[in-house]
């Protein structure tokens, strides 16, 4: 079982409602909570039925290990989808279900071509209006420069087939900056992420 749907809210924490937040937090968390619970008898927890165990393979993302600005609820529903699949992959040791995390970065999908579509306008009177621009400038070159999505496919077909799959596959098509966002000091890469964003307060 492979879940993968999700969405994306994006937009200051602050100025965003509370009912945006939990639509994030009911698709992408609450939705495979729902399908692994409906799931869970065929992929093995049910005694009656016979055959190998199978497998729970939930897709986050980058953003489920970093935090970056204005995808707040995102990063939220991802970082929150790593804990869970760490708590079940425990639960399924029972089972003999293996629970396996694929965490990849940007992918050449259209889903980035809509950062053209986002509505900034709520957010025009805001302080944070010039960063927002200069994010989705940042995301529409992500996009370009992509994964290319047979990529993330070899690595979903080896979570559900190797004999012994890791825990979490970790896939980016830039792995130094992967590298430094997991590795360099919090406060710096606070202060990177600030500079390039404009986010950093005058001196």
Known sequence: MVNNAGVAVAGPLLELSVAEFRRQIEINLVGVVTVSKAFAPLVG??????????????????????????????????????????????????WGIEVIVVGPGAVATPIWSKAEQIDTTPFRDSPYA??????????????????????????????????????????????????????????????????RLGLLPPH
């Not at 393979?57 to 869970?84: C, D, H, Q, T, W």
Request: no cysteine; aromatic share 6%.
């Open 130 to 195: 010039p960063a927002l621009e200069r994010l989705r400038a940042f995301m529409l070159k992500l996009g370009e420069h992509g994964l290319p999505p047979e990529r993330v496919d070899d690595v979903v077909l080896e979570a559900l087939t190797a004999a012994k799959p890791k825990v979490r596959y970790a896939i980016t098509p830039e792995p130094r900056r992967d590298w430094i966002m997991r590795n360099l000091p919090k406060r710096l890469v606070d202060r990177m992420i600030g500079k």
């Open 45 to 94: 927890t049910d005694p009656q039925l016979k055959g190998p165990p199978g497998r729970i393979v939930n897709i986050s993302s980058v953003g489920g290990r970093n935090g970056m600005p204005f995808i707040a609820p995102y990063a939220a529903s991802k970082f929150a989808l790593e804990g869970l699949s760490e708590s079940l992959r425990r639960e399924m040791l029972l």
